[in-house]
């Protein structure tokens, strides 16, 4: 087994660094509010002991919120979000500690305070994150793997470790199909493999995939089960337990529970009802008169796709291409002569999707959600891939998790592509959350400034 020699000293550099960024914000707005104080040896006692306190809340809420458990495969969407939320829990404790304590170290100008500790603990913290992905695609900090057994779901996986190097993951080729314990375990010593990927689509027999179990917990490898993507059971269910006993209960996401629903509905529409008073009341009006202009036919493209449950729904945007027949069967295709010059800013920029704030507003889609498809493609993808349905269980987006990931588009392996889009959806489905939401459309809004190279 591959060795991890440093990875509990990073840690605790980053948790020290921290606590002491945390440190010094708290001591600079208490001398520079308290000049009285600053000199005064009983009040230093006091504030050590308060900072202690501060470190313990800290440190115990990291518990709950897991902001020091930074998987290697962590995005920075979550990353942010796992801070804001262990963020927001920390200032509400300071407050509730300042409130109910007469100590004035927990009473220097609670807001800005909290807006530069904010600020300063983002920073800190998204260095270090881009710090260390930065050194693992350098081929610093990173893991031995290798696979066994050969499946769509393998393929995905690799070629998922291949473009992603900050992931920090080598991978070494066992070749032969062979499986013997002295070639096996020969194998993990000579490469010093950390991790087996097996995927449980694989062909070995039960006393084989016995056998490695065996030999894996022998020689301090880990083995990591891959999924078939094309199996439904892995998304249906959740492990919970009664007393001892493990059992799969029936899936319940997120927006099942009808707070989570009316937060994220309260939200699409008070932001729709923004966008569409303050940008598209004047923007519209100049987008039609552009696509007016460039060629003949409608402002508006609508088009059926399948929303919440698969009910058909016209989804509406700007029109981009000149008319057609084949707009709602034929995808669009690089360098693709049907999209006109008007048509071809507007979707690099995304603003061809606006009027589907309408959408929004008539409860058929939501801002951030599961792209929807033309109902071709939703046809064709359904029975090839398991689970794609899951997508159908929220609002279709103007925007989603895997559209700011970079999985819009269809290039390279199309196959390929769309069952990583499919899983980013089902991703979203089963962990969504209103910081998420949030995050989502921050990426958005910056993939819009900047332009999406993955527009089309």
């Not at 170290?105 to 609670?110: A, E, K, Q, R």
């Not at 603990?121 to 696979?147: E, P, T």
């Not at 819009?408 to 889009?421: A, F, L, T, Y």
């Amino acid at each position: 087994m591959q060795r991890i020699r440093y990875s509990r000293y990073l840690k605790s550099i980053i948790i020290l660094l921290d606590l002491l960024v945390i440190a010094s914000i708290f001591i600079f707005f208490f001398l520079s509010r308290n000049e009285n104080l600053k000199y005064n040896k009983e009040t230093w006692y006091q504030n050590v002991f308060s900072l202690i306190l501060l470190f313990l809340f800290w440190m115990l809420l990291s518990g709950r919120t897991k902001i020091y458990n930074i998987a290697r495969n962590l995005t920075y969407t979550l990353f942010l979000e796992r801070l804001l939320i262990h963020f927001i829990f920390f200032i509400l404790g300071v407050l509730l500690i300042g409130k109910v304590s007469y100590n004035v170290f927990f009473n220097s100008d609670i807001y800005w305070l909290s807006f530069f500790l904010l600020f300063c603990i983002f920073l800190v913290k998204s260095i270090i994150y881009f710090a260390i992905k930065y050194f693992r695609s350098q081929g610093i900090n990173y893991r031995n793997v290798m696979f066994l057994g050969e499946t769509s779901s393998t393929e995905i996986l690799k070629n998922i470790f291949q473009d992603r190097k900050d992931y920090g993951y080598r991978i070494f080729n066992y070749e032969t199909s062979d499986i013997s314990a002295e070639q096996l375990v020969g194998f993990w010593k000579e490469n010093e493999i950390h991790t087996l990927f097996l995927s449980t689509e694989n062909s070995f027999d039960e006393h084989s995939e016995t056998e490695i179990f065996r030999l894996a917990e022998d020689n301090k490898v880990h083995i990591s089960l891959i999924p078939s993507i094309t199996q439904s059971d892995f998304f249906l269910y959740d492990l919970g337990y009664i007393q001892t006993q493990p059992i799969l209960n029936q899936a319940k996401y997120p927006l099942d529970y009808y707070a989570n629903f009316l937060v994220k509905r309260t939200f699409d529409f008070i932001f729709s009802i923004a966008v569409l008073v303050c940008i598209c009341s004047w923007l519209f009006p100049i987008i039609a008169i552009l696509i007016k202009t460039s060629s003949k036919g409608p402002v508006f493209f609508l088009q059926k796709r399948y929303g919440f449950h698969e009910e058909v729904f016209h989804c509406i945007k700007f029109r981009t291409m000149i008319v057609n027949d084949e707009s709602s069967t034929k995808t669009t295709q690089e360098n693709d002569s049907r999209i006109t010059k008007i048509g071809k800013f507007l979707r690099k920029t995304s603003l061809d999707e606006l009027p589907q704030f309408l959408n929004v507003l008539k409860g058929e889609m939501s801002i951030v959600g599961p792209r929807p498809h033309m109902l071709s493609v939703d046809n064709y993808y359904k029975p090839k891939i398991g689970r794609y349905s899951l997508r159908s269980m929220v609002n279709p987006g103007i925007t989603g998790l895997a559209q700011v990931s970079g999985l819009r588009g269809d290039s390279g392996d199309v196959e390929v592509e769309m069952k990583k889009r499919i899983l980013a959806d089902t991703f979203y489905v089963r962990n969504w959350s209103f910081v998420l939401d949030l995050i989502i459309i921050l990426k958005t809004i910056l993939l819009v400034i900047g332009g999406d190279k993955n527009a089309k």
